[in-house]
Nanobody
Framework: QVQLVESGGGLVQAGDSLRLSCAASGRTFSSYVMGWFRQAPGKEREFVASISWSKGTTYYADSVKGRFTISRDNAKNTVYLQMNSLNPEDTAVYYC????????????WGQGTQVTVSS
């Protein structure tokens, strides 16, 4: 069973940076895509970024492109989300998720980590 554990959230000021981590276990992830999603209060969960474990192919939401960077450390089975130039609109619970490469459904989710950006 896939387990995803996020860490690194917190309270920061606008313009600051933060790095989230997602420790993955329970499977061999070479055929997986890992993603970050977020959900702000009163809003639906939205896609932030994804990375394929094997080739490292990345995708980003337009709202974070150029500010956020997703990466992975194969040896540590950990995915990161480096967030720079944070603004209050980035305030949300951030979730790590996993899906198999040829499956469009994100079936495995972490518990989430809160990111709060003050103005």
């Amino acid at each position: 069973q896939v387990q995803l554990v996020e860490s690194g959230g917190g309270l920061v000021q606008a313009g600051d940076s933060l790095r989230l981590s997602c420790a993955a276990s329970g499977r061999t992830f070479s055929s997986y895509v890992m993603g970050w999603f977020r959900q702000a209060p009163g809003k639906e969960r939205e896609f932030v970024a994804s990375i394929s474990w094997s080739k490292g192919t990345t995708y980003y939401a337009d709202s974070v492109k150029g500010r956020f960077t997703i990466s992975r450390d194969n040896a540590k089975n950990t995915v990161y989300l480096q967030m720079n130039s944070l603004n209050p609109e980035d305030t949300a619970v951030y979730y790590c998720a996993a899906r198999q490469l040829y499956d469009s459904t994100w079936r495995d989710w972490g518990q989430g980590t809160q990111v709060t950006v003050s103005s």
